[in-house]
Nanobody
Framework: VQLVESGGGSVQPGGSLRLSCAASGFNLKDYHMTWFRQAPGREREPVAVIENFGVGRSHVDSVKGRFTISRDNAANTVYLQMNGLKPEDTAVYYC?????????????????WGLGTQVTVSS
């Protein structure tokens, strides 16, 4: 079982990045998927979650209108399109897989995690 994030990097404020999370070793359709982020000295926090068939999705207030989560189950990949990036978006971004929709905001309930990809927003 593996989740591998990619697409991170360094951008200026107002820039864009598209993160990808490639899944292998399990059936992605069986899991709801979430992007989390963790800044230095802070706890891991959810950013956006998408239901296993992509019908339902939710974004936290701080990224609404700027970030969009999506998924392609046929490609075993989940995405996070990030536009209008701000310095406060700087963090390591992780994708996680959870079985129950009711557990989607609980970090401890996640079954699988990737190793993360660094996003740095700075002028």
């Amino acid at each position: 079982v593996q989740l591998v994030e990619s697409g991170g990097g360094s951008v200026q404020p107002g820039g864009s990045l598209r993160l990808s999370c490639a899944a292998s070793g399990f059936n992605l359709k069986d899991y709801h998927m979430t992007w989390f982020r963790q800044a230095p000295g802070r706890e891991r926090e959810p950013v956006a979650v998408i239901e296993n068939f992509g019908v339902g999705r939710s974004h936290v207030d701080s990224v609404k209108g700027r970030f969009t989560i999506s998924r392609d189950n046929a490609a075993n990949t989940v995405y996070l399109q990030m536009n209008g990036l701000k310095p406060e978006d700087t963090a390591v971004y992780y994708c996680g897989a959870v079985k129950r929709w009711s557990d989607r905001w609980n970090v401890e309930k996640y079954d699988y995690w990737g190793l993360g990809t660094q996003v740095t927003v700075s002028s």
